[in-house]
């Protein structure tokens, strides 16, 4: 989402790289860089002018004047305003002393909202909490019949007391107002402690809207109101937010679609200009891509500084523990790496969601970004099938994989024989790091690594997808070559005899002890060695 803002602040943030002072006119010209950036990513123009007004005169004072590295000092001050203008702190839901909790998704046609709810009930179910779904949007066709999938597939109840509209042409019936009422009523009565509401939108803001969703506030005493807003809806963001904060008075924002390629200036807009926080965002289709916002951490995300802590959150909740320990038993008994352990290691990646995406929490992932895009995630699936098309016994000593068993293990897997030499020279790398890791001696840098073209993370092997192999770096000129020889036959037999001449020399430097201060030939007396006969030839 915020792919382009991010490469150009990162850009414009090198040019102060170095600086042991800066002037005004370096604070001005980034300041500059800074504003247009923030323009072409559709931030709002008052948030903007705000923005750089606060930055550039925190940029002039004495916090980076007195600062060791000033540029370093202008980084951290951006930092901490786009943190500002993203809501400041991270908020959660608040729940009722007395439940249920009744929370009430808000905003336009086609945000997202119904596929929202399921989201939202899935990680309150995952909580310990016992929510139930409330289908009030009877207008938009079929729209009731998302919310029941979408309840299924969370493992949720539906309230649906009304099927609603199934066409366009079909009239709306049904009272929202009284279908909110009566799905909290049987909350109550079923014991549910958290009530999601999803409510009709419109394709644009009117009255009739508004009004509806005031009703339905109203009738139930709504805990929260979330208005939900697409984050890729650009400039629009900011009226459709005011309009709604106007009409309902919500209390938090969700961002949807922000796994999408457009400018991201939604986000950096709305909690801005309403006040009020943005407590979720949604980065994808499926029922875990779903995901608390973090102001600090999408900071650093947009400043290239990675988002470490949400990676760990996501390994906590995702990692098999007993995998864990029996991998760190390993580790401890210094056992061998084998492709179990990799297929194993792989598949509590692929737990993570998108190897793609995690890789892009990392810090200095936009440097990656040409190998991030052209990331294959099946590539994983067919590593999956090329280890299991594996002996048992291959799988432990992967050694004993020759030529013949490489092509019954492509036939077996559905691959090129290539693919199933890459996989186990990657295996090979990841083995070597393991060995050393379990010895004490740390990370080494595996070929692939060190943000070398179609190489892996620094450090790492090349992930699968990731076009190992390539980009390698060529030997320096002079270093791991040997001199051609000539064409000329005259040529080629004087640089024989000079080479044989020179190896001459070498060697009888080596035997004469002249190379450590020794004496020459005239001081050395081969018969104080008391070699073996017929050794002496050999000193000569």
């Known amino acids: 989402m915020f792919n382009s803002l991010s490469d150009r602040l990162t850009a414009t943030f090198k040019n102060l790289r170095g600086k ?44 980076v004047a007195e600062a060791l590295n000033p540029g370093q000092q202008v980084v951290k001050i951006v930092n901490e305003e786009l943190v500002g203008i993203l809501g400041g702190q991270t908020r959660e839901l608040q729940f009722a002393k007395q439940p249920p909790t009744i929370i009430m998704l808000a905003g336009l046609q086609g945000a997202g909202k119904t596929t929202l709810a399921g989201k939202l009930a899935y990680r309150l179910k995952n909580q310990g909490h016992t929510p139930l779904l409330v289908a009030c949007d009877l207008q938009r066709p079929n729209a009731v019949n998302q919310l029941q999938v ?82 890729m809806i650009g400039q629009d963001a900011v009226t459709t937010a005011q309009a709604f904060n106007e009409g309902v008075d919500f209390t938090g924002v969700v961002l949807s679609k922000l796994d999408g390629d457009a400018r991201g200036g939604a986000a950096l807009s709305v909690a801005s200009v309403t006040g009020k926080p943005v407590m979720y965002a949604s980065t994808g289709e499926g029922l875990k891509d779903f995901e608390v916002f973090h102001p600090d951490r999408m900071a650093r995300r947009i400043l290239d500084m990675g988002d470490v802590l949400s990676l760990i959150e996501q390994a906590e909740a995702s990692w098999d523990k007993a995998e864990a320990a029996k991998m760190a038993q390993k580790f401890a008994d210094r056992e061998d790496f084998t492709l179990e352990d990799f297929l194993a290691q792989m598949q509590q990646l692929k737990k993570m969601g998108s190897m793609k995406k995690l890789l892009g929490m990392m810090p200095g992932a936009q440097g990656m970004r040409e190998q991030l895009d052209q990331f294959d995630e099946s590539s994983i699936g067919r590593v ?157």
Do not use: C, W
């Open 20 to 63: 042991g002072r800066l002037t005004e006119a370096d604070i001005d010209g980034t300041a500059r860089e800074i504003r247009r950036a923030l323009l072409d990513a559709d931030v709002a123009v008052p948030v903007v002018r705000e923005f750089i007004a606060r930055v550039k005169a925190r940029a002039l004072g004495s916090e």
């Open 150 to 231: 979408g309840g299924r597939r969370a493992g949720v109840p539906v309230y649906a007391p009304h099927p609603g509209v199934s066409s366009e042409e079909e009239t709306p019936t049904g009272d929202p107002v009284g279908v909110a009422r009566d799905g909290v009523a049987e909350a109550r009565e079923k014991l549910h402690d958290v009530v999601i509401i999803d409510t009709a939108g419109r394709l644009g803001v009117d009255s009739e809207l508004m009004q509806q969703a005031a009703d339905i506030k109203a009738a139930v005493g709504a805990h929260e109101v979330l208005f939900v807003i697409d984050a």
């Open 384 to 540: 999956e099938a090329i280890i299991y098309s594996m002996t048992p016994h291959e799988r432990v000593a992967p050694k004993i994989i020759n030529g013949s068993r490489r092509a019954r293990i492509a036939r077996g897997s559905g691959v090129h024989v290539s693919e199933v030499n890459q996989l186990l020279e990657r295996f090979t790398q990841a083995q070597k790091m393991m060995k050393k890791m379990a010895g004490g001696g740390g990370m080494p840098q595996m070929p692939g690594g060190g943000g070398a073209p179609g190489g892996g993370m620094p450090g790492m092997p090349g992930m699968p997808g990731m076009g190992a192999g390539k980009g390698r770096k060529k030997p320096a000129k002079g270093k791991g070559k040997k001199k051609a020889k000539s064409g000329n036959p005259a040529r080629a037999a004087q640089e024989a005899q000079e080479a044989e001449r020179r190896k001459a020399e070498a060697a009888k430097k080596r035997m004469d002890g002249s190379s450590f201060g020794a004496a020459g030939d005239d001081a050395f007396d081969p018969a104080q060695l008391n070699l073996p006969k017929g050794f002496e030839k050999y000193l000569k």
